[in-house]
């Protein structure tokens, strides 16, 4: 068990640096009604599909083999794919990121009102289908499954593995709950505001990630990197 959680560590550390799902998290307790209900939710769905993924690589696969053939189909779209979705996000981006901010006055964006009123069922829904989708994320989770796969534990020892390292990926998306929860009295003014300014700026925020994002995509579909 020492030699397991020795190799497990760094996959962990890395896998656990999750930047763009904890803006997710962050959003989700900023701009919604039930902030700490969705955003536990969406970090319930982020851990079933890990643990709906483990159970299925550690007791029905059987060998170590599909873990490599399922990180090949997982981490990589075809280069056109990616250069179509790519221009798709590129495009959504120029249009949001030339929009003009808000006055003060207006009404919030859609997508914002959207979002205040969803439900926790759907951010469990997001949570699970951002883990599911294709991403650099299923590197480090199968590379650790193969570990404790590979590691010679009883069934009940390498679920009781699945589970403690599932759960450490999620520390990254559970901190800002961990602190709003405590630092609530505090954080509620701030949150305010910030939930004004994505009022006025949010079409441009989001514009300027998709725009990133799409770039990102079109050159790595053009191998430029």
Sequence with gaps: MATLLAQLVPLALAG???PT??????????????????????????????????????FFLGSSEPLR?????????????REM???????????????????AQDAPPRWLRAVESIPPWLSFTW???????????YIYFLGGVG????????PLGQLLALVGFSAFLELMLL????????????ADPMLGSFKEW?????????????LFFGTLMVLQGTGVL
């Design 16 to 18: 656990s640096f999750l």
């Design 69 to 81: 053939r399922a990180v090949d189909r997982t981490t990589q779209l075809p280069p056109a794919m």
């Design 175 to 186: 901190t800002p709950i961990a602190l709003y929860a405590v630092f609530r009295s505090r």
């Design 198 to 210: 994505l009022a006025r700026w949010g079409n441009v925020l989001i514009g300027g990630i998709l």
């Design 21 to 58: 799902w904890t803006t997710h998290v962050i959003l989700l307790i900023v701009t919604t009604d039930r902030p700490l209900a969705n955003s536990l939710s969406f970090v319930l769905g982020n851990f079933t599909y890990r643990m709906l993924l483990g159970v299925a690589v550690l």
């Design 85 to 103: 979705a790519g221009f798709t996000l590129v495009l959504a981006g120029v249009l949001l990121f030339a929009t003009r901010p808000r006055a």
């Design 147 to 154: 570990l404790i796969y590979k590691s010679g534990l009883s």
């Design 127 to 137: 949570g699970f289908l951002a883990v599911a989708a294709p991403g650099f994320q």
